[in-house]
């Protein structure tokens, strides 16, 4: 149940995209396509923003999407706004129904 | 709408218990599993524990295996995390997640601060 690695920052100028990582093993990321993605503002709940790798709830804008390769997934955020600028999380089904989290990246627009 | 609101939060002692609770409103409750999520100050996210939708299954995080029970009364609409002997490192935000869409938690509530200290 080791956390999933993120880089603690990225950073990108308005209208931009921005790519941020995700790293785990052939236990959790790679062994599973059940990676979600989700968006925190300070003080706030997190929010969904991609479930099943690449997949979007209803009202997330296009601009989000994620993909996986092996053991990394990834999301990337186009067309960067200003609203953007808050903290994403990754997290993957690790088997016998856990969840682990990603340390968390902070996006800053620039 | 679909709300999940957290209640029972507070400072306890290290070694002490506390009952944190969950009401759900605006979807039927029984047909989701929920989750308990935690996340310390100025910390990320933790998974703590999940529970099936009729209450037959239940997983927990290593870290508070032992000591956390999760439960559900689905005629109250309510999900619950008994904690016991709490530890200064379980202080944190609890959130009540409801797992909506495949291994993804789609509604958070606002979250309920645990502290645990003398």
């Known amino acids: 149940q080791s956390a999933l690695t993120q880089p603690p920052s990225a950073s990108g100028s308005p209208g931009q995209s921005v790519t941020i990582s995700c790293t785990g093993t052939s236990s959790d990321v790679g062994g599973y396509n059940y990676v979600s993605w989700y968006q925190q503002h ?6 969904l923003i991609i479930y099943e790798v690449s997949k979007r709830p209803s009202g997330v ?7 996986k ?4 997934a990834s999301l990337t955020v186009s067309g960067l706004q200003a609203e953007d600028e808050a903290d994403y999380y990754c997290s993957s089904y690790a088997g016998s129904n856990s969840l682990v989290f990603g340390g968390g990246t902070k996006l800053t627009v620039l | 709408e679909v ?3 957290e209640s029972g939060g507070g400072l306890v002692q290290p070694g002490g218990s506390l009952r944190l609770s969950c009401v759900a ?3 039927t409750f029984n047909n989701y599993w929920m989750s308990w999520v935690r996340q310390a100050p100025g910390k990320g996210l933790e998974w703590v524990a999940t529970i099936k939708d009729d209450g037959s299954q239940r997983a927990y995080v290593d ?3 032992g000591r956390f029970t999760i439960s559900r009364d689905n005629a109250k609409n309510s999900l619950y995390l008994q904690m016991n002997s709490l530890r200064a490192e379980d202080t944190a935000v609890y959130y ?3 797992a909506g869409l495949p291994m993804a938690r ?3 509530g606002q979250g309920t601060l645990v502290t645990v200290s003398s």
């Open chain 1, 42 to 47: 300070p003080g706030n709940a997190p929010k």
């Open chain 1, 61 to 67: 804008p296009d601009r989000f999407s994620g993909s």
């Open chain 1, 69 to 72: 390769s092996d053991n990394t």
């Open chain 2, 3 to 5: 709300q999940v609101v």
């Open chain 2, 25 to 27: 409103s605006g979807f």
């Open chain 2, 63 to 65: 870290s508070v295996k």
């Open chain 2, 96 to 98: 009540c997640a409801r």
């Open chain 2, 106 to 108: 789609d509604y958070w």
